[in-house]
């Protein structure tokens, strides 16, 4: 049933093939995510941009349930890389994603793979409140490609759902 979902919103809202063999059209942020906002998925929308503003991307998750303390347990929804190496690429294809969550979420992972790079988020809670968010990118025989210190751009709730980074960060809405 996801599978079918997701093809085809891919088909609908995106433009690509509904194989998902052919690469999805060049998309902005809002496109991308336009359809979680409007929708009932717990989870959030979290935007970035980096420090030299080369490279701006934004992920979804979706909130699948709760671990021990205060740690939410994610699975990745989509990810959207508009940057030197993507220009404008929303990627949806769930085996292209991967999330993994941390004790209190305070140091969780994030990736996206596409024909060019495997994109590789990282989201750590610092001592004293703040967030140190990174993007490495790295070719397909793990040369790591480029760096990126991230800074936050923005973060949308999902559905019925409560993000902690997005209250967080002051963007509860």
Not at 58 to 68: D, K, N, P, T, V
């Amino acid at each position: 049933m996801l599978r079918s979902t997701l093809t085809l919103l891919c088909v609908v809202a995106i433009g690509c093939s509904e194989d998902m063999t052919e690469p999805p059209p060049r998309t902005d942020a809002e496109a991308c995510f336009a359809d979680l906002l409007d929708g009932d998925i717990p989870g959030d929308v979290h935007h970035f941009v980096s420090d030299d503003a080369t490279l701006r991307v934004s992920r979804a998750r979706e909130l699948i349930g709760f671990a021990a303390g205060r740690s939410n347990d994610y699975a990745p929804l989509r990810v959207w890389i508009d940057g030197p190496h993507e220009p404008g690429l929303c990627v949806i294809e769930l085996s292209a994603l991967d999330y993994i969550a941390t004790h209190h979420n305070w140091d969780d992972e994030w990736s996206a793979t596409t024909s060019t790079a495997r994109y590789a988020g990282r989201e750590e809670h610092q001592v004293d409140g703040t967030w140190h968010d990174t993007l490495t990118v790295h070719a397909d025989d793990g040369t790591v490609l480029e760096t990126y210190t991230l800074i936050d751009d923005g973060c949308q709730e999902l559905g019925d759902g409560f993000s902690y980074r997005c209250v967080a960060t002051g963007d509860d809405g």
